[in-house]
């Protein structure tokens, strides 16, 4: 069958629909993709670091921070200077921009040494990429999703809360996302 990934941010969940979700798509492993494990605004407090870490291990699910794949504060900052030129904010932005997408890959995605990662992936249930934005689209995890799928023929699904794009997938008022 094949491993498996399942893409999930932050932006729009809450805690509960943010474990449901984990949940629901068989999630065995989360890894974090952050520079920085912590999110401002207390509504979304759960997902800094400790709180994370302790309710993924009350509902089973693994905790791994690979820093290594997280964007440089100055490829965050080139997106920044995208998103003002087209006015967007960091979390209503629905795709990352074609100059970002290229630098990450190069300076980042190219430099890591994927084939460790993938091995340690759960062979039964799914690793979960994580960052902060709704849209896969518009986060770095769908760069890595979409390397992990061609070199890894790893199969990807997207999770996403209500209200975010892509075609809704049943099971509730904030039911996971299927890919597009």
């Given at each position: ?47 800094n670091a400790v709180r994370l870490e302790g309710a993924l291990r009350r509902a089973g699910i693994a905790y ?86 061609r070199d890894y023929g790893v199969r990807i699904s997207h999770l996403r809360p209500e209200g975010a794009r892509?075609?809704a997938r049943s099971g509730g008022p904030a039911a996971a996302r299927r890919p597009r």
């Amino acid at each position: 069958m094949g491993k498996r990934v399942a893409t999930i941010g932050v932006y729009r969940w809450s805690i509960d629909d943010f474990l449901h979700a984990l949940h629901g798509c068989d999630a065995r492993v989360l890894m974090d993709l952050r520079q920085r494990r912590g999110v401002r605004g207390s509504q979304y407090a759960w997902a800094n670091a400790v709180r994370l870490e302790g309710a993924l291990r009350r509902a089973g699910i693994a905790y791994q921070h690979h820093r290594e794949l997280a964007p440089t504060t100055e490829l965050r900052h080139l997106q920044y200077v995208e998103d003002a030129r087209v006015g967007v904010g960091k979390r209503s932005r629905i795709e990352l921009a074609p100059e970002y997408r290229r630098r990450y890959t190069e300076e980042i995605l190219d430099h890591v040494d994927l084939e460790p990662i993938v091995a340690a992936m759960p062979s039964a249930g799914v690793t979960a990429l994580f960052c902060v934005e709704a849209d896969p689209e518009a986060c770095h995890r769908s760069i890595v999703a979409e390397q992990l799928a061609r070199d890894y023929g790893v199969r990807i699904s997207h999770l996403r809360p209500e209200g975010a794009r892509g075609p809704a997938r049943s099971g509730g008022p904030a039911a996971a996302r299927r890919p597009r």
